[in-house]
């Protein structure tokens, strides 16, 4: 989705299209760099990743396609960003009152 409108002999879409692409991937991929080994997290990842996979390509795609549907790219992942923070702090409380309970 990134190179159709692509130009690149400029050197600010070099430079902007990583940014983009990190901005896009950022809520799926942090829950999993920040968690790796928890089955939570990956499986709730996917999910998510799979939603949001399923927005896009309704956005982009599907019957309602608009001049403003790009802007699905822009404002999705804050979207995205809520579900994996919430994720991310229902992983820690767990593995908090895990750890607090195998210690006891």
Request: glycine share 4%; charged share 5%; proline share 9%.
């Amino acid at each position: 989705m990134f190179f159709p409108g692509a130009n690149p002999a400029s050197l600010f879409w070099w430079v902007a299209t990583p940014l983009f692409f990190a901005w896009c991937v950022a809520p799926i991929y942090i829950p999993m760099i920040v968690a790796p080994k928890s089955w939570l997290v990956t499986i709730a990842s996917l999910c998510l990743a799979l939603y949001g996979l399923n927005i896009y390509a309704e956005a982009m795609f599907g019957p309602g396609v608009r001049s403003t549907s790009g802007l699905i790219f822009a404002f999705f992942p804050l979207h995205q960003s809520v579900p994996a923070a919430i994720l991310l702090l229902v992983h820690y409380v767990v593995q908090y009152f895990w750890n607090r309970l195998v210690d006891e």
